[in-house]
């Protein structure tokens, strides 16, 4: 059994008219080309009180807990 994994899932970046020209500016400056990716996070969007009571428990655990997203 392979560990899930634990990086973002990157995929194309949706730009609009005026983020396409502010890449195409950056490409000039760099003389290089630029890919722009959205980062989608596997992580479960917590609150500060969800957040909280994982550190609790990494704390009185002495672990580190990753809580992810149900898809």
């Known amino acids: 059994m392979s560990a899930p994994p634990t990086g973002p899932d990157l995929?194309?970046?949706a730009l609009d008219d005026a983020?396409?020209?502010?890449i195409h500016r950056l490409?000039?400056?760099?003389?290089t080309p630029v890919v722009a990716y959205e980062a989608?996070?596997?992580y479960a969007d917590l609150?500060?009180?969800q957040?909280?009571?994982v550190q609790r428990?990494?704390?009185?655990?002495?672990?580190?807990?990753?809580?992810?997203?149900?898809v």
Do not use: D, F, I, K
């Open 19 to 22: 983020a396409l020209e502010e």
């Open 57 to 70: 428990a990494e704390s009185a655990l002495g672990v580190r807990l990753l809580a992810y997203r149900q």
């Open 51 to 53: 957040l909280a009571e």
């Open 47 to 49: 609150s500060a009180e």
């Open 27 to 31: 490409e000039q400056r760099l003389g």
């Open 40 to 42: 989608a996070s596997p």
């Open 11 to 13: 995929r194309p970046a």
